[in-house]
Nanobody, 120 residues
Framework: QVQLVESGGGLVQPGGSLRLSCAAS????????MGWYRQTPGKQRELVAT???????NYADYVTGRFTISRDNAKNTVYLQMNSLKPEDTAVYYC??????????????WGQGTQVTVSS
C-alpha cells in the first residue's frame, strides 16, 4: 500500500559527504515518524536517526554532530545529510516510516536499502 524509495547512496572518501533521500508514496493518510537505520553483514540493523512529523529529532551517539536528519512533510520525504564520513559508516542504509494508511490502519514500512561505502 505504501512504497519507500531511497536514493543518494554511493562511494565516498573518508571525510566526505553524502545526502540520502527517501520518498514515501501510495495510499497514505498520514506519515508519522520517519527514520534511517543501517546494517552491516552479520550485525543487527541499528538506529541512525529519527524525526517526528513535528520535526523533533533523535540521533545515535555515533553520528551526533556529523549527520542531520530532516523532512519535507508536503512531499512525505525524509533526508539524511551525512558529513565527515568514516569507514565505519559503511553500511546499507534503510529508510523507515510509521504511517497511517487511507484505511486508517497503522503500519510500518521499510525501504529497499541503499549502499553507502566510505573508502579511500
Amino acid at each position: 500500500q505504501v512504497q519507500l524509495v531511497e536514493s543518494g547512496g554511493g562511494l565516498v572518501q573518508p571525510g566526505g559527504s553524502l545526502r540520502l533521500s527517501c520518498a514515501a508514496s501510495g495510499r497514505i493518510f498520514r506519515v508519522n515518524a520517519m527514520g534511517w537505520y543501517r546494517q552491516t553483514p552479520g550485525k543487527q540493523r541499528e538506529l541512525v536517526a529519527t524525526i517526528t512529523s513535528g520535526g523533533s529529532t533523535n540521533y545515535a551517539d555515533y553520528v551526533t554532530g556529523r549527520f542531520t536528519i530532516s523532512r519535507d512533510n508536503a512531499k512525505n520525504t525524509v533526508y539524511l545529510q551525512m558529513n565527515s564520513l568514516k569507514p565505519e559508516d559503511t553500511a546499507v542504509y534503510y529508510c523507515n516510516a510509521d504511517t497511517i494508511v487511507v484505511t486508517l490502519r497503522h503500519l510500518e514500512y521499510w525501504g529497499q536499502g541503499t549502499q553507502v561505502t566510505v573508502s579511500s
